[in-house]
């Protein structure tokens, strides 16, 4: 675990929480990806929360794939994208005394996809999402021995649930970035999400183009999560 890390428990289940010396009063939801790990082990991550002094919670879920559908390996009942709403949102505004117009989502890989996901399907409960490498058309990996599997009964049924699906093109999130490098195997789906968005009018940032790893993104990743909750803040005021 990198410094400024520490383990809680939110509605009994574990959160990795990130505190930085004199955070803004922001936080970054941490969705993992399909490895589970934490950003608490990732130097990376801890140093552009430094940098911009961005708090963080970092729930722990397994290979869920962030939706609203129960997967038993993580509760019997509860679905992880209810436990984020019912959760941990309210657990990280009244921690720190924010809004939901303080609260950024955001995430690599299956957790790209989590963050646009939720994002476009709640998107007041967020000032901001943001995706790097997000695996949006998670469809495609049905039928291969996944745990999606088991969350859906059929490849078209979690088509139906892929975030580009959920966009509304009279109501989005207020801040949308995402990038995905055009040689990574899911650009596709980023390519499709930037097109239907594009379609019906819905305000973002997408990055596709740019070479490198996910690694490289993380530092246009949140500078742009930094620059919309410092101006979703002036906003309100």
Same mark, same amino acid.
């Given at each position: ?17 990130? %505190? ?5 009063? $922001?936080?970054?939801?941490? +969705? *993992?990806?399909?490895?589970? %790990? ?35 390996? $993580?509760?019997?009942?509860? @679905?992880? %994208? ?6 941990? +949102? ?8 924010? !809004? ?19 994002? =476009? ?16 058309? =998670? *469809? #495609?990996? &049905? ?8 969350? &859906?009964?059929?490849?078209? &049924?979690?088509?139906? #649930? ?6 509304? !093109? ?7 970035? =995402?990038?995905?490098?055009? @040689?990574?195997?899911? *650009? ?15 305000? *973002?940032?997408? #990055? ?6 996910? #690694? ?6 949140? !500078? $742009? ?13």
């Amino acid at each position: 675990m990198q410094p400024g890390w520490s383990r809680t428990q939110i509605a009994g289940k574990p959160a990795d929480v990130f %505190e930085p010396p004199g955070g803004h009063p $922001f936080v970054v939801v941490w +969705l *993992h990806d399909e490895s589970g %790990e934490s950003p608490a082990a990732s130097a990376a991550v801890t140093a552009q929360l430094q940098t911009h002094k961005l708090r963080c919670v970092a729930p722990l879920a397994g290979p869920t794939w962030w939706v609203d559908r129960v997967s038993p390996s $993580f509760d019997a009942a509860l @679905t992880p %994208e209810r436990h984020l709403l019912d959760n941990l +949102l309210p657990w990280a505004e009244a921690t720190w005394g924010i !809004g939901p117009r303080g609260v950024a989502v955001a995430g690599i890989g299956m957790g790209g996809q989590g963050a646009m996901r939720l994002a =476009f399907r709640h998107p007041k409960r967020v000032a901001a999402a943001a995706s790097a490498c997000g695996t949006l058309d =998670f *469809h #495609d990996q &049905y039928g291969r021995g996944t745990p999606l599997d088991e969350l &859906y009964s059929s490849r078209e &049924y979690a088509r139906q #649930d892929t975030a580009v699906l959920h966009v509304d !093109g009279h109501d989005w999130p207020a801040n949308v970035w =995402f990038a995905c490098p055009p @040689t990574d195997p899911r *650009h596709r789906g980023n390519d499709r999400l930037h097109e239907k968005l594009a379609a019906v009018g819905v305000p *973002h940032t997408a #990055d596709l183009d740019t070479p490198g790893t996910t #690694d490289h993104l993380l530092a246009s990743m949140f !500078g $742009f999560l930094a620059d919309a909750l410092a101006r979703e803040s002036r906003r309100l005021l």
